[in-house]
């Protein structure tokens, strides 16, 4: 059974940063994506970025290229989500998830999801 466990989440002013982090166990997640959405009050949970596990290319969102980083950690099964210059139009819930095969912006394409970690920027 995959399990992800996502931390890092909290309060920081706008133009600040976070690190969110997504510890993966249970596979061994080599044909594996990773990757993390978001969902704001009101509103459907969208696509941030993911990132394949083999050769680590990446895809993101047009809304957070240039200030959000994916990044993994194979040796600790960890995928990380830095995230620069924050804006409080980014407040939402911050989701892990995974999948079998290559990147995909469809939540519906994801077997597996972490609980969530909130993320808010204030003004």
């Known amino acids: 059974q995959v399990q992800l466990v996502e931390s890092g989440g909290g309060l920081v002013q706008a133009g600040g940063s976070l690190r969110l982090s997504c510890a993966a166990s249970?596979?061994?997640?080599?044909?594996?994506?990773m990757g993390w959405f978001r969902q704001a009050p009101g509103k459907e949970r969208e696509f941030v970025t993911a990132i394949t596990w083999s050769d680590i290319s990446t895809l993101y969102a047009d809304s957070v290229k240039g200030r959000f980083t994916i990044s993994r950690d194979k040796a600790k099964n960890t995928v990380y989500l830095q995230m620069n210059s924050l804006k409080p139009e980014d407040t939402a819930v911050y989701y892990c998830a995974a999948r079998v095969g290559g990147a995909s912006i469809f939540s519906y394409g994801y077997t597996y999801w972490g609980q969530g970690t909130q993320v808010t920027v204030s003004s």
């Open positions: 249970g596979r061994t997640f080599t044909q594996w994506t």
